[in-house]
């Protein structure tokens, strides 16, 4: 077990494979992004090795993500080895869903156990608009698809930013009458490229709650308030699914976090929107024993910050979400 100095126990990772991305959301990165040769990225055997040193260090819970984790050439295999790290008991995914429909199956026979879907509106023109490029079609064939594969509870992600999707949310709400789905609205959060534009753009959970409550029913808080990981949890009225309200700019949940993030240059970044990393990449290619690299994680762990700091103005810009992995 790793503890920081609040006394909080850290053992959830959360691992960026690829800073690369097959859609150009907006609230994410810029359309002409360009993204770091592979070389620079870890390579499968590193990932795999640090992932050995976390686990030995208490770390049983992995979540991929990116950029995009599907993306990542031989993805199938890596998780498979991951899944086989003795003291991994839970091996998730968030995804923007468009390989989903090709990679759902094999990723679960791998040993994947779940999904989150990324996907901000049901409207194909809209969707089209945030993404850039990408296809609602494609997304919703393999939200089904995971479904079909028992990657599941399926939790879909909406991040939800003013002027662009704000109006969807009961819509996407009205996904958890019909399916036993976990839909996830995330407050947007500021940190690299234009800030002051993403900190105008951010919609409150107080807000989307009483969106929702205005066009479906009262919302009926579920375990007292408790969260789910970072979510706090409401069901409508007779619902197969839940809606998790994910509110880290008006309602951080820092006093509970026990995460960490490994970028994918190697970095371990302490808190997401802290501009803080440790390389541990670098050390290992220089021919760090695996004891020296637990030290180095243990070092960093400790001076996890308490949370971020956007009461006081401060806001993370040394990276974009694509390159950190969310």
């Known amino acids: 077990m790793t503890i920081d100095r609040f006394g909080r126990s850290i053992h959830y990772l959360r691992i960026s494979l690829t800073d690369h991305c097959n859609l150009r959301c907006v609230y994410c990165m810029p359309e002409s992004m ?22 030995r260090l208490g770390f049983d819970k992995i979540h991929l993500t990116g950029g995009e984790p599907t993306v990542r050439l031989h993805v199938v295999d890596l998780v498979r080895q991951i899944a086989a790290v003795p003291g991994i008991t839970s091996l998730s995914m968030t995804t923007n869903g468009v390989l989903l429909e090709k990679l759902a199956h094999p990723l679960k026979e791998a040993g994947l156990q779940r999904v989150n879907v990324s996907l901000d509106t049901l409207d194909v023109q809209r969707f089209h608009s945030i993404t850039r490029w990408g296809s609602l079609e494609r997304v ?48 947007m959060m500021p940190f690299g490229g234009d800030t ?108 996890k910050p308490w949370g971020h700091g956007l009461a006081d103005g401060e806001v993370a810009t040394n990276s974009v979400m694509n390159e950190i992995g969310g």
């Open 140 to 187: 919703w064939a393999g939200i089904l698809a995971a479904e079909e594969a028992g990657l599941t509870p399926v939790k879909i992600n909406t991040v939800v930013v003013r002027g662009f999707n704000d109006g969807d949310v009961s819509g996407l709400a009205r996904l958890t009458l019909e399916h036993p789905w976990q839909v996830r609205f995330i407050e």
């Open 196 to 303: 002051t534009f993403q900190q105008s753009q951010v919609v409150s959970d107080a807000e989307i709650r009483e969106r929702i409550q205005a066009e479906l029913g009262p919302l009926e808080l579920q375990e007292d308030g408790r969260l789910d990981g970072e979510a706090r949890i409401y069901r409508l009225p007779g619902a197969q699914g839940e809606l998790g309200f994910i509110s880290s700019v008006t309602l951080p949940f820092c006093a509970s976090c026990s995460r960490a993030r490994l970028t994918a240059d190697g970095k371990l970044r302490l808190c997401l929107l802290r501009d803080k990393e440790l390389d541990l990449l670098t050390p290992l290619r220089q021919g760090a024993t695996d004891e020296e690299l637990r030290q180095l994680v243990v070092a960093g762990i400790w001076v």
């Open 34 to 55: 360009i993204f770091r040769p592979n070389a620079a990225l870890m390579q499968d055997d590193e990932l795999l090795r640090l992932v050995n040193v976390f686990a």
